[in-house]
Nanobody, 117 residues
């Protein structure tokens, strides 16, 4: 059984930094893409950053230049370095791994990030 567990969330002041981690366990083969999503209260879940198996990255316009996604192919771990955080970055952050042949992939349970002074 595949399980994804996020960690690293918390309360941080504006312009601060956080590093989120996503640990994967279970059998995951032929990963097509990995990504971080977030969902703020009253809003739809949105893509924050994604990386394909080839290493191509994609970022939401709102986080470009501030967030960096990274992955470890061997362990299927994934990271999100978040710098210059803003109050509007406050949300629950979810990691997602999409193997070939698994529509939608697998999701973690989410980790809360709160940016507030």
């Amino acid at each position: 059984q595949v399980q994804l567990v996020e960690s690293g969330g918390g309360l941080v002041q504006p312009v601060g930094s956080l590093r989120l981690s996503c640990a994967a366990s279970g059998s995951i083969f032929r990963v097509y893409a990995m990504g971080w999503y977030r969902q703020a209260p009253g809003k739809q879940r949105e893509l924050v950053a994604a990386v394909t198996s080839a290493g191509n990255t994609n970022y939401a316009d709102s986080v470009k230049g501030r967030f960096t996604i990274a992955k470890d192919n061997a362990t299927k771990a994934m990271y999100l370095q978040m710098n210059s955080l803003k109050p509007e970055d406050t949300a629950v952050y979810y990691c997602n791994i999409v193997p070939l042949g698994v529509p939608g992939g697998y999701w973690g349970q989410g980790t809360q990030v709160t940016v507030s002074s």
